[in-house]
Structure formats: structure tokens, C-alpha cells
């Protein structure tokens, strides 16, 4: 009697409002306790509006129609992110269903991340329920995405069912047919216990809660468990179910969803993947578990206030807690002090963990232009990884990071991660995609017709080229109607420079860039342009300077300050004065010294901050 | 509008020093500062406490015709508080807002008292800021008659298109005019206030101004650089865009010329906008500011400072006039420097002096930024060798940041 699905769809489809539907009509949430996307539970998700972690709930339904009438299911429902950062948060929770209830907004129809899940599911061999959602919005064309999306999962467009997540118009109808279209778990109840763990998360009050799904035999409280991966047991303090607040049981049974609590402090303890067993007569088989994911882009943290370091590595350790998917390890940079390379899926998630740092830890940050891993062969025929432009081979001396000094001997070959991307878009925007796929060194894979007036383009492109402003130009270039998705594909040689930006003959690491030959002329110039405007006027002359090597390709000059004096000082200035020295005395803590060259705080901050323009989300 | 009163300790009622500040007066220079907080207009540059008689309505407190005897009440409370030692005035200085609007028998009233109740030093300086427009021969007779020696004129500029620009009324065939009838009344020290970088202001236009002033034969100048004061119609100009702001290099540029023309013409610099004819010439008022001499500063958001207390009046005219007349003192707000803020104010203040800083004033660090400085070509390499920091022209330019760097 239980049904396990997810709900997945591209970005703002209507995914987290639908999950307010069905937790009011199978009435684990009163309509008093009820409000906007429930089960986006941390802040930033709520003041986004967006779903970052994926929640899963069990429902009680007692099914209304069809065979099983009458009849009280369990179903158990798990609520998916739609950004293309969080696919891997997808991936993970498709692995504990058999079923996917595909959304698609009835306004806007099929999207980038609608075909990328389809596909996920689809690998995952779950049954598909195709829904249309917003029907009650007056744009919403019902008849032709019905036909859009039968067309390419390949089924009626009958059996698309329309729902309206607002109104809550068809959702009944939706929960009777997960019933009877989605198969209960198979699995024996008999065998040794196995339990896939699909999330693991910190709670300050509980220690790391644990998500699993039940695949063989059940799990007990008191019981004693093993992690499969290490063979580490532990005692089993609480299990229960989600519905929708935690809930203890007694056990949970073959085919079930629910979490576990053991009284580990680390979850890293209790991995995403690993498979729980029982500790006596456990199963010998580990269930396949989930590919980590891999950051994508790197940059450096810093606190803008050194004293701050300390609380910044807690931080991340406390923020790694619930967020397998970031990575750090301390770095050093001449020009900011002491901080941390970190790892991340995406710019998005990028954004958000500085944004979680800054306000649940108060910590003040500066962070460096986000940069892709590239690989670096030698022609001695060693290797190895660049997270950080300065320890790109051939830069032009000056400070270097503390671990692996940039090699002296010479470069065979450079490769850089490239994606696969689908850009779905209105067909009269064709050109200006493929204008922009040609000026990001993007090649065309392939291109289809989803109907007569959508069209959906796929290109390998470099990562670099996508990951930084490429989906604002998107969405400028079609109006706001083009989307994207991308997934890595591997690597391709590239012809990449390190471009080094040097202060007064000094290079200030931070401002270091891996780019293609192509742009390294722009960037330097662009930066260094751009700094002339940020330093202030120093009692000497200071030269900017962007350099390729020891070649420099960019120049500019600050020239230097010659007036910094108040003219007037009679008896009532004076307590002015002192307070305004004191300031600007407060000021100059706040200045880095690069060299002779004190730069403010600030001006790191607005030359780093339009180092790529974060893709927004949507 | 003017700027704001920086905040501090709350001042006693009684308007009470601490004994701290009070011993070794007498040892120390002693001056006597009346603010006069009135002008016909204001001039769209300018941030001081000053009021026209429309901003001021008819408030009875505020009036100007009353303004003296709320004066002389703070002058009495001013003995009162510093005793029967509180030595003879070495200067008086009145300042503005506009003195000269004060009738000849205000001056006298006012130095009445100052002379009753704590006395001149025999050879006092006894200033008073003059405009050109609200002056004439006859009254600057009778200025003299009641006992002032000095005369500062606020000329600003000899060309037209910058005084209209300063909002500044008067012909500049005038500060001529004035010199001869300051020098025919028998004033010995005359000074003249020039400000330089006005927007639109040429460097033909500064040097004009210069040459001016200096035909006049001042045995003093002032020159500062414009300081555009938030708040004030001049600030709101720049910022609409309708005028420039002034330009660093611009006024760099002028300042050397000013150090120039004025040294060439025999006036020496002796504070970084200051400029005398010979060291009798100089300010002696002013020298009490910047080597941390006491003076008591009486009238609306006067300043004070007394043996390292620092304490500042209320602003507004109304309310000053309102504590005195119940015996209260006007004072807003004080503080009281510990020795590391008077170490800190003594380079900023003596740093821009002639004379310079004495080395011993600062730490070791600080004499190695000294030797930096030197090196850098912002102070006096002879004065170095000598123990002391003095400013190059070119430091003088610099004087803020040379001092940032002298104190950790
Ligand atoms: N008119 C109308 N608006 C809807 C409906 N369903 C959702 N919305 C609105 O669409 C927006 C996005 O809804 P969400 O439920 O947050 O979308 P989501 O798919 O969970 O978004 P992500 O978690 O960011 O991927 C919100 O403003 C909802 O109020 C619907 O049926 N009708
Ligand atoms: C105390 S003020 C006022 C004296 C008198 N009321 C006058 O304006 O001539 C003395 C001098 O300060 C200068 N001054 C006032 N405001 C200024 C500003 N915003 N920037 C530069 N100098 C200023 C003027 O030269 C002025 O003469
Ligand atoms: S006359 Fe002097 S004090 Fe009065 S407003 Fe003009 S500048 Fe200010
Ligand atoms: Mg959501």
C-alpha cells in the first residue's frame, strides 16, 4: 500500500506549490498551520522562493476513485529543486521512487531542466506521470503543451493531466492516479535489511538526521546498524517518517521512506549513497549508490576582516554539514590574507553559500572571480588539477598561493571541462543563440523542433564560457523565453592564458584569470581600466599593468595624489579633525598593502564582484 | 544650513572644569573668542553657525540687538568658572557670521567686560572679521577707538565671475577702498581671507586675485582651498551638475602659485594656509588654536578649550540666549582629552606649522615615518636634522596623509 514519487520540473514550474496541495488535501497540514511552499524551509529558500534541498513527506490517501477506492495508501513524496546547480539533489531522490510526476508550468511548456529531468527519471526507469500545471492562468495553452509533452515522452496527449497548483483544481484526480499508475515498492521484506541513504542533514538539536529509503527487510528502533561503506555501527536512537514534521515510529518497513537518527555528529559518517544494514545477519551486497558531485567552479573566500578566519572555517565545516556538494581548503592569497579555495555546483550555489556564511554565521566576505578546474599536462609528462588561477604554469612571479607553486618546466597540453547544453527557445531567436553559442566557443551538437515555434539547441561549450553571464545573455538574447540546462561532459584541450594583473610592478594574486587567448586582451584591459577607477590616488604614481607572462597587454596609471590637506583649521574644526583622522585611521586597517600600493577593501570587492555576473536563478 | 555639532560628553549645568584642566592656567596662552552668528545673506559656500535676520524671525532670545548681553552673561559664568586665576586676555578674537554687524556700542559693552573681568595683556591682538560691503571709514574708526588692533577682511577673490559664483556682494574696487581707511584709522595688522578653486576660476583669474590682494599691502593672508561643505547651496549645485567640483590637481597647482606670488611679494607661510609679512604679522589669536593654548569661545556653537577639555555651545542664538538667562551654561556637550589624543592633536595641529613638530612628540615608528617622509620629499630635510617635522610645500599638500602616517 505504498506509492513512492517525486515531483520534478524545470524552475518555478509549480513543483513546491503542488506539494502544498497534496499536504492539504491528504490533511497532514491544517489549513491554519498552511503557508506558501511548506516544505521550503530554510530562509534563503523562502526569500528566493526557490527550492534548493529536496523534502520528502509521506501522505496518508485514502484513494476517491478508480480501483483502489476507499482504500488508505501511503505515499510518500519527496519535493525536488529545479535549478540546474541542485540536479544532482534530483538525481538522489529519484533513486528512492518509482515513480516521477513531471511538471510543466501550462503557460510556458517544456523547458531545459523539464527535458533533463524527463531524462534523469527516465534513466532511473521510474514511471512518468506528465502533469500541466497553472491551468488557471490565462495565458496557459493547455491544448499544445499537452501535445508537446506527449510528443516527446511519447504518450497520449489524454493522459497528460491538468492540474492547477493554485486552485488545487485536478490535484485529487492526480493523487488517484499516482495510485494506480505508480507500482508499490518491490522488495523482500524477509531479507536482510538494506536502506539507501538518499540525504543526510545537521540539525543543532538532533545531530545528522538521516534520509533513507527502505529497499529490503525494515529498520527498528533500538536496533543496532551498519554503514555498509565502512562497516562503522552505530546505535539507532530514533527512526520515523516525515509527515510533514518528523515523526517516530517503531520501524520502517520494505519499500518505505523515513530518517534515522544514531547520534552521529558528522555527516559525513552518514553518507549520501552509502547503505544502511542491520548489524547482525546484515546483507553482504551494498545497493549501487549515487555519483558524488563534483564541484564545478572554484573560488577563493575570504573574510574581509582577518581576525575572522577562524570563524570562517567553522562556518564551512558547520555549513559541509548539510551541503555534501561544497567543498574547501584553506588557501592564502597575498593580496587577501588567509581564506578558503571552495568548490561549487554552480554560481547559484555559489551565491547561496556566501549569502548562508554572511548571514546565519554574521561574517563580512570577499570572494574571488569564479574560475573552472583545468587540467595541466606537462611535457616531462607529469600533471595535475588548477583550482586557482595562480597555479596556472607561466605567471609572472610575485605572490603565490601556499600549496603547489605554480611548476616551472613546460605545458603540453591544457584541457578544460566542457558541458553539454540544451537551450530550449522560441524558433526566432535561433540566430542570436547560435550567435552567442559561436562567441563562447560553443559547437553545435544538434537541433529539434519540439513543435512548429519551439526549437531546442544542444552545443558542447566550455564550461567557463557558460557557467558566468552566458544565461543572462540567453535570457536578454530570447525576450526571457530561452532556458538552459547543461551537464558535464569531460574535457577538451584549450588554448587558456593566465592573465595577471600587477599593481605598481606588484601581482596581486586575487586578480588573476585563466582565460582563452582570445579574451585575455579584454579582460586585461577591462580590469585594469577598471581598477584605475577603484585605487585611490597614492602619494606616487601607480601603474597598472595586465600581463600574459612577462608580455603586458593592458596599461593604465593612477596618478599621484598631491592634494590631501583641509585648508581651514580654526579652534572649532579642530575636534572634527581628530574625529575625522580617527577615521580615516579605522579606514586604512581596512586597506590591503600590495606592495607599496594601499587598495581599500572595497575596491577588491567591485573589481571581484563583476568578475562574471551570477546567473540569477531564473 | 550650518553643519552639524559633533557629539560628546554631557557638560555640567554649571558649565564646572575638572581641577586637571584648570591647573597651570596662566602658564599657558590665554584667549578670548566671541562668535557674532549673523549676516546679511549667506554666502552659498558657507557651512558656519550663522543666521540672517529672516532665518532668525522675531524670536526675542535671538535677536541681534540683544545678542551682547547674553554674551557678556557667558563671559561672567567664563570667570566665574576659571577663577581668580584666570589670567589676562592675550588675544581677542571675533569671529563670525559677521562681526561688523554689531553696533560700535555692542564692541564696546562687550570689551567692557572682557577688560573688567579678566583683563588685556599689555600689548593684547584684538581681531575682528570684517566684509568689505558692511563696513566704512567711519566705522572702522570707531572700531579702533574701542580698543581692536586688527582688522580680517573676507575678500575672497578681485574677480567678478568668482565672487558671484561665492555669492559674494561686494565690488571688488572695494577691499582697496577699505585697506586705505583700515590703515588711515590706525590699524597696524590688516589681513585679507582669499579662497582659491572656486568652479570656473582660471589660474589667470587666481593669479589676478592674488596680485590684487597683495596690492593692497595686507601684512597678512589667508588662503583656502574651497571646500565645497555638505549641506550648504554650493554643495547642492555641484551635485546637480551645475557646477564643478573642485579638482585636486587644480587646486594643488594653486596653492603653489599662492606660495609663490606670496613669498615672492615678502609674506611667509607659518600654517599651511596662513601667510604673515614678518612673525609679529602673524595670527597670535589663531597660534592659541594650533599649540594647544586655552581660550574660551563665547556666543552660539563657540568652541573652548581649557587645559585639555574641549566643550562646544548650542547653536541656535534662541537657545544660547535661553540657558544663560537661566543661569545655565550654554555648552552642548565636552570633551575631555586623555594624553593620547593630546599627543594626537599636537601633530595634527603643530605638523602644519612653520615652526613643524618636534620629533620627541612622537614614537619610534613614527620618527621612522618621519625619515620616510623626508625621503619622499614632504618634509624639510635641515628641519629633520634638527629634530623637527616640517612640511615642504609639496607636504604641506599633503599635510592629512603625512600626518596619517605619523601616529600608529
Ligand atoms: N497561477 C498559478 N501560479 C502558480 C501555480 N503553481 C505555482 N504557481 C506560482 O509559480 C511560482 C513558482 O512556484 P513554486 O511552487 O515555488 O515552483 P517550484 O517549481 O517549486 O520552483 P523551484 O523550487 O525554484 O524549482 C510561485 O509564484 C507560485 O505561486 C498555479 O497552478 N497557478
Ligand atoms: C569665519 S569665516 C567668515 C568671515 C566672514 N563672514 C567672511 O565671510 O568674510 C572666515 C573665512 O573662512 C573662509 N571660508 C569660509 N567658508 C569656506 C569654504 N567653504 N571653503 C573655503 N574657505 C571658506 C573664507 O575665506 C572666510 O573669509
Ligand atoms: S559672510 Fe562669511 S560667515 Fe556670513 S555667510 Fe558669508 S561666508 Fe558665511
Ligand atoms: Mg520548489
Redesign the interface.
Known amino acids: 500500500m505504498i506509492r513512492n514519487f517525486c515531483i520534478i520540473a524545470h524552475i518555478d514550474h509549480g513543483k513546491s506549490t503542488l506539494a502544498d496541495r497534496m499536504l492539504q488535501l491528504t490533511g497532514v497540514v491544517e489549513g491554519r498551520q498552511m503557508r506558501e511552499q511548506y516544505l521550503d524551509r530554510m530562509d534563503i529558500e523562502r526569500e528566493r522562493g526557490i527550492t534548493i534541498k529536496s523534502q520528502a513527506v509521506r501522505l496518508p490517501w485514502t484513494a476517491t476513485a478508480g480501483e483502489g477506492a476507499g482504500q488508505t495508501y501511503v505515499l510518500n513524496m519527496i519535493d525536488t529543486p529545479g535549478h540546474v546547480d541542485f540536479t544532482y539533489e534530483v538525481s538522489r531522490s529519484l533513486a528512492a521512487c518509482e515513480g516521477a510526476v513531471l511538471v510543466v508550468d501550462a503557460a510556458q511548456g517544456i523547458e531545459a531542466q523539464t527535458l533533463a529531468n524527463l531524462y534523469l527519471a527516465i534513466d532511473a526507469d521510474l514511471h512518468l506521470i506528465p502533469v500541466l500545471n497553472k491551468i488557471d492562468l490565462p495565458g496557459a495553452q493547455p491544448e499544445k503543451y499537452a501535445a508537446e509533452l506527449a510528443h516527446i515522452i511519447g504518450c497520449d496527449a489524454g493522459d497528460v493531466i491538468r492540474v492547477s497548483a493554485k486552485t488545487g483544481e485536478g490535484v485529487e484526480h492526480l493523487l488517484n492516479e499516482i495510485v494506480a499508475q505508480v507500482s508499490p515498492p518491490v522488495g523482500d521484506a524477509d531479507a536482510p535489511s538494506r536502506a539507501m541513504i538518499f540525504d543526510s542533514i545537521y540539525d543543532t538539536y538532533r545531530g545528522v538526521v538521516t534520509y533513507v529509503r527502505v529497499i529490503d527487510g525494515k529498520l527498528s528502533h533500538r536496533e543496532r546498524i551498519k554503514m555498509m561503506s565502512t562497516g562503522a555501527v552505530h546505535e539507532m536512537l530514533e527512526v520515523g517518517v516525515i509527515a510533514p514534521e518528523p515523526t517516530k515510529a517503531q520501524e520502517i518497513g520494505v519499500g518505505e521512506v523515513g530518517y534515522l537518527i544514531t547520534g552521529v555528529k558528522d555527516v559525513r559518517q552518514s553518507r549520501v549513497g552509502d547503505t544502511v544494514t542491520s548489524s547482525v545477519n546484515g546483507a553482504t551486497h551494498a545497493l549501487p549508490g549515487y555519483r558524488h558531485p563534483n564541484p564545478m567552479v572554484y573560488a577563493g573566500l575570504y573574510p574581509i576582516d582577518g581576525d575572522d578566519y577562524p570563524a570562517l572555517r567553522d562556518a564551512l565545516d558547520r555549513l559541509q554539514l548539510n551541503d555534501a556538494a561544497l567543498m574547501f581548503e584553506p588557501e592564502t592569497s597575498g593580496a587577501l590574507g588567509f581564506g578558503f579555495r571552495c568548490g561549487f555546483l554552480g554560481l547559484l550555489h555559489m551565491e547561496i553559500v556566501r549569502e548562508r556564511l554572511e548571514r546565519e554565521f554574521d561574517l563580512d566576505l570577499i570572494s574571488t572571480s569564479p574560475n573552472a578546474v583545468y587540467r595541466v599536462e606537462m611535457e616531462d609528462g607529469t600533471e595535475f588539477e588548477v583550482t586557482n588561477p595562480s597555479e596556472f604554469p607561466g605567471g609572472s612571479g610575485g605572490s603565490s598561493p601556499q600549496k603547489g607553486t605554480s611548476p616551472t618546466g613546460k605545458v603540453a597540453a591544457v584541457y578544460e571541462p566542457v558541458v553539454h547544453a540544451t537551450i530550449i527557445s522560441p524558433s526566432d531567436y535561433i540566430g542570436s543563440i547560435m550567435e552567442l553559442c559561436q562567441g563562447r566557443r560553443g559547437s553545435l551538437l544538434g537541433m529539434d523542433y519540439l513543435s512548429a515555434e519551439r526549437v531546442e539547441l544542444r552545443y558542447t561549450v566550455p564550461l567557463a564560457e557558460i557557467v558566468f553571464d552566458f544565461f543572462d545573455q540567453l535570457k536578454s538574447r530570447t525576450k526571457g523565453y530561452g532556458s538552459l540546462d547543461y551537464e558535464p561532459t569531460g574535457e577538451e584541450p584549450a588554448d587558456l592564458v593566465k592573465v595577471d594583473i600587477m599593481l605598481h610592478g606588484e601581482t596581486v594574486d586575487a586578480f588573476s584569470a585563466i582565460v582563452h587567448r582570445d579574451s585575455a586582451y579584454s579582460y586585461g584591459v577591462s580590469l585594469a581600466r577598471k581598477l584605475k577607477e577603484l585605487i585611490p ?1 597614492q ?2 604614481e601607480v601603474p597598472i599593468q595586465a600581463a600574459i607572462g612577462s608580455r603586458i597587454i593592458a596599461r593604465e596609471t593612477v ?1 599621484a ?12 574644526d ?6 575625522l ?1 580617527e577615521r ?2 579605522e579606514g ?1 586597517k581596512r586597506m590591503k598593502t600590495v606592495g607599496r600600493v594601499e587598495v581599500p577593501q572595497e575596491a577588491f570587492i567591485a573589481a571581484l564582484s563583476t568578475g562574471g555576473t551570477p546567473e540569477k536563478g531564473k | 544650513m550650518p553643519s552639524a555639532l559633533p557629539e560628546g560628553d554631557p557638560a555640567p549645568r554649571d558649565g564646572v572644569l575638572p581641577e586637571s584642566a584648570l591647573s597651570g592656567l596662566g602658564s599657558r596662552r590665554f584667549g578670548l573668542y566671541m562668535h557674532v552668528p549673523f549676516c546679511v545673506v549667506r554666502c552659498g559656500y558657507c557651512d558656519f553657525n550663522t543666521y540672517t535676520a529672516s532665518e532668525l524671525g522675531d524670536d526675542p532670545g535671538a535677536s541681534r540687538t540683544s545678542y551682547h548681553r547674553a554674551v557678556i552673561h557667558e563671559l561672567n559664568l567664563a570667570r566665574k568658572v576659571l577663577g581668580a586665576d584666570a589670567p589676562p586676555a592675550d588675544t581677542v578674537f571675533f569671529g563670525g557670521g559677521t562681526p561688523t554687524l554689531l553696533t560700535p556700542e555692542q564692541f564696546d559693552a562687550v570689551l567692557t567686560v572682557v577688560r573688567d573681568e579678566f583683563g588685556l595683556a599689555p600689548d593684547a591682538e584684538i581681531t575682528t572679521e570684517a566684509n568689505p560691503d558692511s563696513i566704512g571709514a567711519d566705522s572702522l574708526r570707531r572700531l579702533r577707538d574701542s580698543g581692536i588692533t586688527r582688522i580680517s577682511f573676507g575678500m575672497q577673490s578681485a574677480v567678478p565671475h568668482v565672487l558671484a559664483t561665492l555669492d559674494r556682494t561686494h565690488d571688488p574696487e572695494r577691499v582697496p577702498r577699505v585697506m586705505d581707511w583700515a590703515r588711515e584709522a590706525g590699524f597696524d595688522h590688516v589681513s585679507l581671507d582669499l579662497i582659491y578653486g572656486t568652479p570656473g576660476e582660471s589660474m589667470a583669474d587666481w593669479r589676478t586675485s592674488l596680485d590684487a590682494a597683495l596690492d593692497t599691502r595686507p601684512d597678512h593672508i589667508s588662503a583656502y582651498s574651497l571646500i565645497v561643505e555638505p549641506g550648504t547651496a554650493l554643495a547642492q549645485r555641484v551635485r546637480r551638475g551645475e557646477l564643478a567640483a573642485p579638482d585636486d590637481d587644480d587646486l594643488a597647482d594653486k596653492y603653489q602659485l599662492a606660495d609663490e606670488v606670496l613669498g615672492a611679494r615678502g609674506l611667509a607661510w607659518y600654517e599651511v594656509s596662513n601667510w604673515a609679512r614678518a612673525p609679529a604679522a602673524r595670527c597670535r589669536h589663531n597660534e592659541i588654536y594650533w599649540t594647544g593654548g586655552d581660550w574660551w569661545g563665547a556666543g552660539p556653537g563657540a568652541h573652548s578649550h581649557v587645559g585639555g577639555v574641549r566643550w562646544w555651545n548650542v547653536k541656535h542664538p534662541a537657545a544660547y540666549a535661553a540657558r544663560l538667562a537661566e543661569d545655565r551654561s550654554p555648552a552642548y556637550a565636552r570633551e575631555i582629552l586623555d594624553d593620547e589624543v593630546r599627543r594626537m592633536e599636537r601633530v595634527l595641529l603643530e605638523l602644519r606649522l612653520s615652526d613643524g613638530l618636534s620629533l620627541s612628540v612622537l614614537d619610534p615608528a613614527g620618527v621612522r615615518a618621519a625619515a620616510r617622509q623626508t625621503e619622499a620629499g614632504n618634509l624639510e630635510p635641515a628641519a629633520l636634522d634638527r629634530g623637527r617635522a616640517v612640511l615642504t610645500c609639496r607636504g604641506r599638500l599633503l599635510a592629512d596623509a603625512v600626518v596619517r602616517d605619523l601616529l600608529p
Open positions: 590616488r602619494q606616487f596618478r595624489m598631491r592634494k590631501d590637506v583641509l585648508a581651514k583649521c580654526y579652534g572649532g579642530i575636534t572634527r579633525k581628530r574625529k583622522l580615516q585611521k586604512k
